[in-house]
């Protein structure tokens, strides 16, 4: 599966990219800008093993610290192409969306777990890691106000689970799943579709304990 | 015990509604204050079960991410009750508090840990939930500044502890801890009991640092 | 090896105090201050324990708690001279630095990782902590933006390795590791060596979607 592995790798390049540019506007040095990035890159599927209660996966192959350390060498030395290439890292990282969130699905459900625990573990493996990231560069996570993001990851869980059901093969399942998860972003953000806020009228008064 | 699976989903429900109410005063969408709204409900529980190494409870019952949708959906649409209902919710997450210090107690001891361990599980259990939520809303934690909160659930960990000691049967023991909990929390914040805040001189040029 | 043991509890002082005094900046009652203490001085190792997949090490042991609450009591008690014995406790602080890395180092190795596992882990469970810190009092964590004290981490671990390639035995491999990460970073502080920052360019627009 030689093409898989190379959409990981561009996944992992765009996620760890998305990290060291935060990490930049908000002055870290180059330590905290890679770990920045590693946090976007691994901090999803590091949650998913850790609650799968498994080694996590980059323990045991050093290619993830060594793309994002490409990837801040990359930033560093091509830092005015980085903010040009806006769109195409739109892209990629979309790519690293679908991915993240159908490896995530099938690696659970290898576990044993039912598909509604697997689906939930394809999210956190494509999301986590941008929620760290914003946990790190103290803002609140943008997933959480923006996009339609999450939700298409769990759609993403649901064809998944569909496609096994009527019986197509592990190639066919993961290809459709994928497409469902990438086209349909693509297609949010063109057209700016979102999920409504919730009433602000809800939130008055809740923050009076924090003074 | 009927009883207390009731209880555990009052408490459940009233820790998303915490949850989902900062939210919304973050101005954050429905994917978002779900997030926001699951992180107090199972957040606690989640660590505990890392901190234990065993699979964390919610992945083998999908009824903690229902819950929390039904709590969503019901701050969507009674969005002025909620804010309304302030004192029952006061209840409702007390009832979660501290049925959620004796779970976490009891499961830890379970495993075989002292109680010393246990206690700190039990704490840990009802209120790293809280302090996770205050994270992803960009606060500082409410709970490190405010109430008895932490340390009565310290108080009923002991106690449990008592009541075995004494040789009572599991449903006393699980009954008098939650009372101890339930009742001081009650009194706690009737009568404006907190802990001292530390001196502030320790604080002088802590944060110089930090710029 | 009683000399370790006394450099741990050292350390792990040196390490709750620096929490402490950030919650008392910060207005923490001395419940936050405790907690904030803690995740310093166990923070790191719990998720080093946590990615072993290994019960966390201060669940068998009361001794770190009781550190951090003895720091506790001490900062309450002596405030001003907290305050006053700053360059002690930066001894201090670096002791903790040092020998928490070398204990992750050789921890993970023997468990059977690869040495770029155990230095990234040595890295870990030396500074996690900090982090973990300046997440709950809301502030970008430090590290990220000052001192080579993460770089040092990394060549102690090389180190640590490098000796045991020679054949050295373990106790000299100990001390030669520390003494490289305690002496590198008085002399980096000493003479304000500090990573380079990431180029600004790179951050330029990244912020935009925050608003």
Not at 7 to 20: K, V, Y
Not at 105 to 123: D, H, I
Not at 126 to 140: P, Q, S, Y
Request: aromatic content about 14%; hydrophobic content about 55%; overall charge neutral.
């Amino acid at each position: 599966m030689n093409l898989m592995w190379v959409m990981e790798f561009i996944g992992t390049f765009a996620f760890a990219i998305s990290g060291l540019r935060l990490a930049a506007a908000k002055n870290f040095d180059w330590y905290g800008a890679y770990v920045v990035g590693l946090a976007v890159a691994i901090g999803g599927g590091t949650i998913r093993d850790v609650l799968l209660n498994t080694t996590p996966f980059w323990m045991t192959n050093p290619i993830y610290l060594i793309i994002t350390g490409v990837a801040l060498i990359y930033t560093v030395v091509f830092a005015k192409y980085v903010v040009r290439m806006k769109s195409a890292f739109f892209i990629f990282d979309t790519v690293g969306l679908a991915l993240y969130a159908v490896v995530g699905v099938e690696k659970t459900l290898s576990f044993g777990f039912p598909l509604w625990v697997a689906t939930g573990m394809g999210l956190l493996t494509a999301t986590a890691g941008g929620v760290l990231r914003d946990i790190l560069i103290n803002e609140i996570p943008l997933i959480f106000r923006k996009e339609l993001y999450a939700t298409l990851c769990i759609l993403g869980g649901l064809v998944f689970g569909l496609c096994q059901k009527l019986g197509l093969d592990i190639l066919w399942t993961e290809v459709i799943s994928f497409l469902v998860i990438f086209i349909s972003r693509i297609l949010s953000v063109r057209y700016h579709i979102a999920l409504p806020k919730i009433k602000s009228k809800v939130g008055e008064s809740a923050m009076d304990d924090f003074e």
